[in-house]
């Protein structure tokens, strides 16, 4: 590649001075890099009998090549730079539900602005297939629930994303800024089903065991979006992560349940032999926007909720 810039220049500039200046290097030893090309390729490059200099055949058509070959060495070159830095690469991101609906479109929109031509593909999946693919090598990072213990992988608690009881914008729970598990024992229960959300499903089993209480369950769904309908039509209550309160469904209210309540952080998982500075920035950015997504549901939760007739109350 040096040979080859040396020569380029000399072509641009049909003439040896001018181009050793362009180089800064002086101009014997730029005539001879150039006989050294002439003799690696053995072909003359350069009619020298000319004044100014000309190129032969042969070097108008090196001339032209060169000057691509060297665009692209150069983009080659920075790509390589980027790609050390995080700016440049593919990430392949695993999601639970939960998390697709809550913190992981905050910290791809954060990311994307500051790594804008890195490619991220997003796949939501559960627990256990993210905990496999990551070990296969199809995952290159995961938002899930632990505990997880797999020696080959790191993981680290990004937030706590724990219970809400969603309640009918009209229900008297509505107005509370938290609800006592208690006050649920006679409420009509709206289950996220089991094989759909079973670490969910296991933690408001354990919240009803903490309380000693079992309320009546009203009906099971493995669809979020159903669950919140059947809510909203008065048919029920239901427990549910707090991320969920971002689909901004009409006519439901999250409410925190007040402690005690099952731990539910939601963790990020990567393999640790993974060197990619791509993935290392993207944790760097999802540590950084975490809080602020917290701080945004915390905001939410608090709202006043508003009458029918449009007052608050």
Do not use: C
Request: net charge neutral; proline share 8%; no cysteine.
């Amino acid at each position: 590649m040096r040979l080859l810039r040396y020569f380029v220049t000399v072509a641009e500039e049909r003439h040896f001075g001018r181009a050793a200046q362009r180089l800064h290097i002086a101009q014997p030893p730029l005539s001879q890099q150039i006989r050294k090309l002439e003799r690696q390729l053995q072909v003359q490059l350069i009619d020298r009998s000319r004044r100014p200099i000309e190129l032969t055949d042969a070097g108008q058509a090196l001339f032209e090549e060169g000057r691509l070959a060297i665009t692209h060495s150069e983009r080659a070159f920075a790509a390589a730079r980027r790609a050390a830095s995080g700016h440049l690469g593919h990430l392949r991101i695993g999601a639970l539900q939960a998390a697709v609906d809550g913190v992981v479109p905050y910290v791809m929109r954060e990311h994307r602005r500051e790594f804008p031509d890195v490619k991220l593909d997003i796949v939501e999946q559960g627990t256990a297939q993210q905990v496999a693919q990551l070990l296969e090598h199809r995952l290159d990072i995961g938002f899930l629930r632990g505990p997880i213990d797999e020696p080959g992988l790191a993981v680290e608690t990004l937030i706590e994303d724990p219970l809400a009881v969603v309640v009918p914008d009209e229900h008297p729970l509505a107005n509370k800024a938290q609800i006592a598990a208690a006050d649920l024992a006679q409420e009509p229960l709206i289950l996220w089903t089991r094989a759909a959300a079973p670490t969910t499903y296991a933690d408001i089993v354990e919240l009803f065991r903490i309380h000693d209480i079992q309320p009546p369950v009203a009906d099971e769904s493995p669809r979020i979006q159903t669950i919140l309908a059947l809510v909203a039509a008065e048919i029920g209550i239901a427990l549910l992560p707090t991320s969920f309160m971002n689909l901004g469904r009409h006519g439901v209210r999250f409410v925190p349940v007040r402690p005690p309540l099952p731990h539910r952080p939601l963790a990020l998982a990567w393999r640790t032999e993974n060197p990619s500075a791509t993935l290392a920035a993207f944790i760097t950015v999802a540590r950084r926007t975490a809080p602020r997504y917290l701080e945004g549901l915390t905001q939410r939760s608090t709202d006043p909720v508003p009458h029918k007739n449009g007052s608050l109350r």
